[in-house]
């Protein structure tokens, strides 16, 4: 059961940016991390990048395309940046709570997770 709620998917060119957001705002325990992740259709999923105490961690892969960033107290982005063709990969903000920390591939284990929000990049 979903317990995070996300938003901010959608349509976006190619080149464009978008921001995706990731409300805990109905979590009571203390969130020590949260991470996103991305999924497309009959693939893998893929780790985006974490933040915890510090600043976010992301892997190789996903350097310089996302922007993780604590917006306030509840909520957590991540912008998505110079976008290129693709279909539809749904992105997942999973959160952890005390005791769960982030790795440089992202969150390795996590106690909530949002509903998914799905982006199309075409023209």
């Known amino acids: 059961q979903s317990q995070l709620v996300q938003s901010g998917g959608g349509l976006v060119q190619p080149g464009g940016s978008l921001r995706l957001s990731c409300s805990t705002a109905?979590?009571?325990?203390?969130?020590?991390?949260i991470g996103w992740f991305r999924q497309a259709a009959g693939k893998e999923r893929e780790a985006v990048g974490c933040v915890d105490a510090g600043e976010p961690k992301y892997p190789d892969v996903a350097k310089g395309r996302f922007v993780i960033s604590r917006n306030h107290a509840n909520a957590v982005s991540l912008k998505l940046n110079n976008l290129t063709v693709e279909l539809t990969v749904v992105y997942y903000c999973p959160a952890g709570g005390p005791g769960r920390y982030c790795t440089d591939s992202g969150l390795p284990a996590y106690d909530y997770w949002g509903q998914g929000a799905p982006v199309t990049v075409s023209a």
């Open positions: 109905g979590i009571t325990e203390r969130l020590n991390s």
